[in-house]
């Protein structure tokens, strides 16, 4: 993707016929081309959007192999020798901030799962729910942001590989309180939402129709397909119903009305002009293409069986191979595809937990959850498997590769004076620090690109003060001993000054100035609120 | 009765049984024959994104494609010939009535015929069946095909609002069959035959006979089960040193083995719950029979009916749970006495204090010859015995029976003691215990606890109605529970009293 820079630039105008991912046409067919030259003629927005993209694995690390070299100060590529090697070319882009913990740690605050603890609170910083959900009592960061950046307030793009749901263990966005935001795991089905309505004809590769008097159809069909649906919501804002149903109703119409402004008024989705990098030239460099998407989605149902839930079977196993690997780099090229077209601004792209790495040379037996345990399953004590601190490795590098590619794409696309990357805050976030410990203070958090010049460069930034330390992840299983304590104890900075700094750095204003306070709570007590509000200037480029 | 939504949307199961039983599709070629459901967004309650929306009209657009291009799926939509008098009108009615579950209104009417009569303009030739196609998309893509409406607004006196007849025969078929009605179901609300309770019951017990009901009856028993993708059942695995019979491909075995169990129980016995608990039927095959202790070359590779010995009562003594609730290399007394505890006697027990996850398991020693004297030494400190000692670990010790891959064990593998099954199970908060020798008095016990009844009914309940531990829905799981210690009262029994409930048959508004 190195090479690709000039042809994705936002002022190459592309040959009309080539462009196909016109948001808007409600109906049944492709966008029509013809659009964009009152596009083109209208001439592009001259702001470059800012976004943030949250990149989140399960299970901790070995966090004393994680960390780079350097706990404050300058980083150079010579200070990325272990997990993080494959980052090392990116050093003068990274912001390695040391010191965080998220709310709330397993065993400070609430007493329940620590896994569920992590999910529920990681991006809202509020308690949970004691009953079996276990939910948030707030919405999620990438909601918040996305309704401060994203023009048309849209929800943010959650994407994972794998299988996801609204289960607490492979859940972290919430579009409000207790209502779970499940990602989308089928990069088809992200695409075509890029697409919409694209439908059997998405091939992305195959010429664009011809503009012709057949193009009219299309267009008056997407209308009344649009007049359609709005008769019938209306039937049911007319009828007295809850509000959350009423709620219901009005999103729907936003979409409607959202899609008929592209039809109308030549608007993409988040309300900008739909810029003119966003054509199938573009698509078919990032490697999006019919072919790749068909290899990079699973066959048959992602989620086996007739009625949900379902038996083990290979083709399951196959399915979550593709999505880990080809899958998951799809859904990379569709963030970078989603930035181009600006039809989202704010991204999660998750990594679920209980599976089996059995792939790209990687060929464990038992799954990454009873792996970071040492013992080879849910049990949290006793004998640690033979060479676990090697299968735990292995899975760390690996998806310290899998960031590394998120960032070199992101990277290797020019946009405005910079790329993609240098536009954004792309943040490696963990469920926990160490797998078997659950702790979640001294979290290992690395931030790629400086959202425009906000944040701070080339450096890993002490939040704390004092010393924080590696953390203690090899203390253990050594020479097959019993699995001992490999948690730590340094590094409590409330994660919220981190998030808050985040909202400021993407563009978040509050009331007009600079966001203060993010979350319900940034202690252990629920009632306290946050105590300790502001962001941290050490990690911003002005300090 | 707990309020509900009145537009909640279909779920992605839900779609793609819909599009199988109305249009008889189950895998869309435009998409290499992935289910439907593959495309649309994953489930959530909350408002429709852009990601959702686009989900449904792409997936609409590969269906009425795939529906139009074959003749056989055609003719579940359109029985005429479109080109043919008012044929297109016709079948906006007549198939109208299935895909929304109720007679289209005059309104609904207009809007299709206003878009039949702009066919020309918004097809490529115009043609009657590219019109058809058309008029099939927006079927899909309209709210009133993928939300579950229950709009009446007509109060029944008692506090609540009644449901019409459509929408009741709508909860029934999703209820059962997570589907919309069949045409016997439908007529049955054309007639108004919906109103009493005896006959919903009546059309309850026809439905339970449908193939579709023991779909839905197997997905409960696996949601009962907590079974499912990345769960301990799929990610189930065993040091290959110590137990080499054991090979990942018998995981799948081992869970089909309890869906078979469910299924035999519910439908082909007719069982009770006692039944699921203490039941000796088992299904082996020449894979799982040595675990079973059976000669493995009476077996074909096909699971098969068998009758085990009195030691193996019930779902909780087969190789699936047996093996998904053990560790890599030995057995959980803890993860399976936790299971028992909280999710089939209902036993609330919370989450460990803190810390609890960093007690080391002491090693074996003389004192400490067995796992389950490790086990008890290991929770006898006083955070961890109020939960352990007293509820979590005894049904765990009586389990000790079998080991990790769940074959009958007398002694303890790597020390060669007697190993004691004997324990005082508490099946209910308040006690008293019973003491058991073993796993057979152990199921007895279950078998016989209200508090397992109960909870096996406030599961029920909240698999079907999406509820968990709604207030609202205590009387119902009373009501349920008391009847199921009546003499020869069925898990069918029990299914269909599901729809008895007030909860069932009218509805409260949201706030």
Redesign the interface.
Known sequence: MKNTGDIMNRNNNRPLARRLFLRGI???TLAAPFLTSLNEAKGQSATVPKRLVIFYTHNGCLTDRWFPKVENGPLAAADLTGTLAPLAQFAPKLLVPRGFRSMNA???GQ????HDQACGSKLTCAPLND???RYPQAESLDHTIAKLINPNK??P?VLSV?????KI??VISF??AN????????P???F??L??????S?NPSAPAPTMSP?V??RL??GQ??ID??R???S??QK???????H??????LD?LR?TEVGVGGMMG?TGSMQPSACTSDTAMKLGVTDASL?AA?????????????????SE?DKNLATSFTAGGDMMMNLIALNMLCDANRVFVLMY?G???FNWDGIND???H??ISHR?????????C?ANVLDHINRIDQWYAGKFAKLVGLLDSIQEGGGTLLDHSATMWLPELSDGA??NLNNLPIVIAGSAGGYLKQGAAVNVEGSPIGPGNSDNSCQDGA????T?STTGNVPINKLYVTLMNAVGCTDNGGKVSKFGVMDGMNATAGIANPGEVAALTSSV | VP?T???RRI?N?EY??IVRDLLGVTALH??????P???????????????G???Y??VA??I??QVMADPTLRASFISCDPAVGTCLHDTVVSFGRRAYRRPLSA??IA?FDS?IA?GS????TGAPLEIAE?LL??FL????FIQK?E?Q?VADGAGHLQLSSYELAARLAFLLW?SLPDRTLEQSADDGKLATAEQILQQAARMLKDPRAR??V??FH??YML?????????T?K??SLFPAFT?EL??VM??ET?LFFDNIVFAKNGSFEDLIQSPVAFVNSSTAPFYGLDPAKFSSTLTETTLGATRPGFLTRLGFLNAY?????T?P??RGAFITKQVLGIAV??????A?????P?ASDQLDTNRKRFDA?TSGPQCAACHHTFINPPGFALEAFDTVGSSQTTERSTGTAIDTSADVLTSYYGPAVHVSGPAELMAAIAQSAGAKSKYVSEWIAYTTGR??DPGDSCAVNGITAKMSTSGYTVQNLITDLTQTLSFRVRT???
């Open positions: 409600g109906g049944l397993f065993g400070k007493s329940i799962d620590p009953d079996q959900n849209s929800t793009l794998g299988a996801a749901s609204t263990k492979e579009s409000a209502t779970p935001f499940p990602a989308n795991v089928n088809r089905t992200v075509n939402a697409m919409l309505g694209a439908g059997t998405s057949e009219d159809y008056k069909r009344s397909v359609f649906v008769g019938d919501l039937r049911l009828l007295k119903m809850s509000s959350a149903d709620n219901r109703v009005q999103n729907w979409l959202d989705n068909t989605s699973p066959t048959g149902k992602i989620t086996p069986g007739v009625f949900d839930g379902g038996t083990a079977s399951g679920p209980y599976v089996v037996t038992t799954d959850h009873s013992t080879g399953s849910i049990i949290v004590t006793g004998t498997l410990a659950h019993n699995k001992g304590d948690g | 309020a939504s009145q537009v779920s199961a793609d049984r435009a998409y290499g024959d992935s289910a459901s593959n495309l649309l967004a994953t489930d959530q309650e909350g408002g429709l994104t852009d990601v929306w686009a989900g009209k792409t657009e590969a009425a494609a309104d609904d809007a878009v702009k303009e918004i097809t490529p058309a998309y927006l893509v309209s709210p009133s409406e709009l607004d997570g779909d839905m197997s997905a696996r949601s079974m499912g993708t990345n769960t301990r059942w799929d990610n695995n040091d290959p990942r995981v799948g869970q089909q869906e053990s560790g890599y290399q030995g959980s803890i993860l919370g989450a460990p204090p803190p810390g996850e960093q007690t080391p398991l090693p290991m968990r531990g508004a949201e706030q």
